[in-house]
């Protein structure tokens, strides 16, 4: 899986959990204590996979410093494609690192207030690809459009020396109703770099807006907020209150 190492981020980020550096009262413009925070957050991002196997401690910890971040959010206007606009990775999140991708996104809004039926099958997904590994998971937002990309790498059967690496790409359509959040409308989805049919490699475009449409007879919107922004950090919340932190790509 990828990780992040510790020495990737600056050496004077102590334990997170343990940190006594934030107040408990936060000034309103600090960019000094967020800039500490943010590297609290992604000195635990670094060690716990971003997430995936963080403590409880851990969880807990992240999840203040990302409360108090949110409270301090020096960007008002987060759907502005000048602010918000770029490639983005993920190194953190409270839930599975795919759900960020507007394909997860619309599948859940398809269950509605039947969240525990989402939960599950979400958890599903992840058992019956544990064999396997979510590298990267960028985001990339342009003017209405939202391209999420999550590299796997999946064992097709247990015992075999041969696994399917790709590029699962998403694309959705972005329409700002706030100044913080955006509807999201998945529109189709492929898989590239496919190192086994590589002839197919990004041939094969499914539509799922048409795949809605035609079953449904509409398409799910989901919602994406985002309630921490500035030059090189994002916070994101789903319509299931998940948090997402990305980083600004390279």
Request: glycine residues 6%; proline residues 5%; contains cysteine.
């Amino acid at each position: 899986m990828m990780s992040f190492e510790a020495g990737d981020f600056p050496s004077d980020v102590g334990d997170a959990a343990g940190s006594s550096a934030v107040p408990a009262v936060l000034a309103d413009d600090n960019p000094e204590l967020r800039e500490t925070m943010k590297r609290e957050v992604l000195s635990i991002a670094a060690t716990s996979n971003r997430g995936q196997v963080a403590t409880q401690e851990e969880k807990d910890a992240a999840m203040d410093l990302i409360f108090q971040l949110e409270s301090l959010n020096p960007t008002p206007d987060a759907t502005n494609v000048n602010t918000i606009g770029g490639a983005w990775e993920l190194v953190y999140t409270d839930t599975q690192p795919f759900r960020c991708s507007p394909f997860f996104m619309a599948l859940g809004e398809v269950f509605g207030e039947e969240k525990g039926q989402a939960e599950t099958l979400f958890s599903l997904h992840r058992a019956a690809t544990s064999n396997g590994e979510i590298g990267r998971v960028r985001q990339t937002i342009s003017e209405s459009m939202l391209v999420s990309e999550i590299d796997l790498k999946v064992g097709l059967l247990p015992g075999l020396p041969m696994a399917l690496k790709g590029t699962v790409v998403t694309k959705a359509r972005l329409n700002p109703v706030s100044s913080d959040s955006f509807t999201v409308v998945v529109e189709s989805t492929s898989v590239t770099n496919n190192n086994i049919l590589s002839f197919l490699d990004g041939a094969v475009e499914v539509p799922v807006e048409q795949v809605y449409s035609t079953l449904r007879g509409s398409v799910p919107e989901a919602k994406l907020s985002t309630y921490y922004l500035d030059d090189d950090m994002r916070i994101s919340r789903m319509s299931d209150d998940h948090v997402f932190v990305f980083v600004r790509a390279p």
